[in-house]
């Protein structure tokens, strides 16, 4: 374990709020700014150079928006993949959905405090999703149709009978506590066998993960 700062990148076309952020993130002491994009491309050029932890992501900018920049920061073809929090005023299930689609770890409203921006970014830094569970149980279960396939692929089988247990409740909403009071187990041993999970079937945080159950029909829309 590592004592270094999260390294931010921080996405936003307006200066302001791009200031904001900067402000905001580089007074925290386990967090350093390490760079600014003011579109899409600056974006792509910041994060293949930087190498940050996080990206704060921005969706309505110029050249680029950010789900597309999204999409080659964070999703699979990404040569050094980084988590990405998208933070924008729109509250639209579309743009959650297309957003985790394409690699997002989280998503967050501009009109939120700035102590959920901090504590966002520190949430997927260390591989948990930052959507409350209600949001992740009706937007996945809505568009399940459109990301599982039929049948169920091989990847689960590699999973115990606890931990399959686990990822049913994952892709429920259920936080880790939830989880431990529904198992009768202790949170760390939850802790435990989500990062057993994530590691596994190699997926980045809790998101992929809900997404995977999904697309696997170990869990329905129903």
Known sequence: MTDRP???LVCEDQELIRAGYVTVLGAQPDLE?????????EALAQAERLNPDVVVMDIEMPLLNGIEA??????????????????????????????????????????????????????????DSLLPPA????LIGRYADRIRPAGTPAPLDGLARRELEVLRLIAGGLSNAEIATELVLSVETVKTYVSRILTKLNLRDRVQAVVLAYRTGLVSAE
Do not use: C, M, W
């Open 135 to 138: 949001v992740t149980r009706t």
């Open 6 to 8: 999260i390294r931010v």
């Open 70 to 127: 999204t999409r080659r920061i964070a999703g699979p073809e990404a040569a050094n993949p980084a988590k990405v929090l998208v933070v924008t005023t729109f509250n639209v299930d579309q743009y959650v959905y297309d957003a985790l689609r394409a690699g997002a770890s989280g998503f967050l409203l501009k009109d939120a405090p700035l102590s959920e921006l901090i504590d966002g970014v520190r949430t997927i830094a260390r591989g």
């Open 33 to 41: 700014v390490v760079g600014e994009a003011a579109n899409g491309h």
